[in-house]
């Protein structure tokens, strides 16, 4: 069972590296991974999510530079690259640096005049986990540019910088949730997103009774390589559709449970699923939020559960081995809920699970997930954390 731990030690190293590559003592921003209690595939919808920052993230060391130059190592994979902002953009490179060329173009697309900078990453999100590596990633080099260019950016700004950076350079064409919870998460709290108005509210998540418990598949998740932009097609075309009966409908946000099943006979069956669960989604989202404000986690996971089913049988984003994890959760005793997190074809679950059966529950799991695969998952406990931030205390 893994945690994040060592945050100090691990922003001493990076510091050092950082002063022994770049002879400077740079300044350290973080930003987080998430996991989605509920609202998937909603955001692109225009509906609603419920994410939480975890405590795994990516932790930027950088220093300003006066030539307009971005020099930029990954301690991960061990690899550089350069980018040149004065001269023409790459995008599409298909490698991390397209995040980093994104984020600091569309920044300055959006008016702000970047200095250059020496930057040294470092993360403990998995990669393609479906924890949202990418945000996190993109959140941490926004903030830390904007900052070292003595720009102060706002954190709803930021993250749509982050999805503009992801549609443009990197090709998937992703909603706000991810970027928007890792710049804007908020310690012990969930956070209810409407991502049409783009405004939030923190939703506290107690730690007292549950803990929530991430399986990750390790099948690998790729956004701009899956399905995923098939399936934002397939739910533009249901609104199409609708909006011939329902002529104020912009997006499936608009749709209610009635009007659906109402029109729903004028929908091709694909078609049909895709808004079913949407909807449906929207729905289950705002009812468990106010099962968690009420304190009613049995219902909260209830929820959960219904929501993986929708996701598998109507949105069809599920794979083998998520619907396998999530069978086995629904087995053990003590697991409130549990479903696939994130956009899918891989990647991970999210259970809530009772404090007392947690040990039992990653046996149970690690096992069974053996015996049915040749693979070992790799389980985390997570409390909700904060969003993008400096890091200043930890590193003194
Ligand atoms: C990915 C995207 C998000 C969201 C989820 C599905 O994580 O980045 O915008 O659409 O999939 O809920």
């Known amino acids: 069972m893994l945690r994040s731990t060592h945050m100090s030690s691990n922003l001493e190293k990076l510091r050092s590296e950082f002063h022994s590559i770049y002879g400077r003592v740079p300044r350290m921003f973080r930003a987080p991974g998430r996991v989605n209690l509920i609202g998937e595939h909603t955001d692109y919808n225009g509906g609603f999510v ?108 930021l993250a749509l ?37 783009l405004e939030s509210e923190q939703v506290p998540l107690s730690s007292a009774e549950t803990r929530v418990v991430i399986c990750d598949s390790k099948v690998k998740h790729d956004l701009a390589a899956s399905n995923y932009n098939v399936r934002r097609d397939e739910c533009e075309e249901g609104v199409e559709i609708l909006r011939k009966f329902l002529p104020g409908i912009a997006q499936l946000r608009d749709v209610t449970r009635l009007q659906f099943e109402q029109y729903a006979g004028s929908l091709p069956e694909n078609i049909r699923k895709r808004v079913r669960h949407v909807v449906s989604e929207n729905d289950r989202t705002l009812l468990a939020v106010d099962s968690l404000r009420k304190g009613d986690l049995s219902s909260f996971g209830k929820l959960m559960w219904e929501s993986h089913t929708s996701l598998r049988d109507d949105f069809e984003v599920s794979c083998r081995e998520l619907d396998l994890l999530v069978d086995l959760a629904f087995e053990c005793k003590g697991v409130l809920g549990g479903r696939m997190t994130g956009g899918g074809f891989g990647g991970s679950t999210v259970n809530l699970v009772r404090k007392q059966n947690l040990e039992m529950f990653t046996t149970q799991v690690l096992e069974g997930y053996a015996r049915n695969t040749d693979t070992e998952p790799a389980i985390y406990i997570s409390e909700p954390a904060d969003g993008a931030r400096e890091v200043v205390d930890a590193i003194r």
Request: proline share 2%; charged share 25%.
């Open 50 to 157: 419920l994410p939480m920052a975890i405590e795994r993230g990516t932790t930027v060391a950088a220093t300003a530079r006066t030539d307009r130059k971005i020099l930029v190592r990954s301690r991960n994979r061990g690899e550089a690259g350069e980018i040149d902002l004065d001269s023409p953009e790459l995008m599409r490179r298909g490698s991390w640096l397209d995040y980093i060329e994104g984020m600091a173009r569309i920044l300055e697309r959006t008016g702000v005049r970047l200095l250059g900078a020496d930057l040294l990453i470092d993360s403990d999100v998995p990669s393609g986990a479906g924890l949202s590596s990418s945000a996190a990633l993109e959140i941490s080099v926004g903030l830390a540019l904007t900052e070292i260019s003595d720009v102060s950016i706002d954190k709803v700004q």
């Open 161 to 197: 910088v982050g999805q503009a950076a992801e549609h443009e350079f990197v090709g998937a064409n992703v909603g706000i949730m991810d970027q928007y919870i890792s710049a804007l998460g908020k310690k012990g709290n969930a956070l209810l997103i409407d991502c049409r108005s």
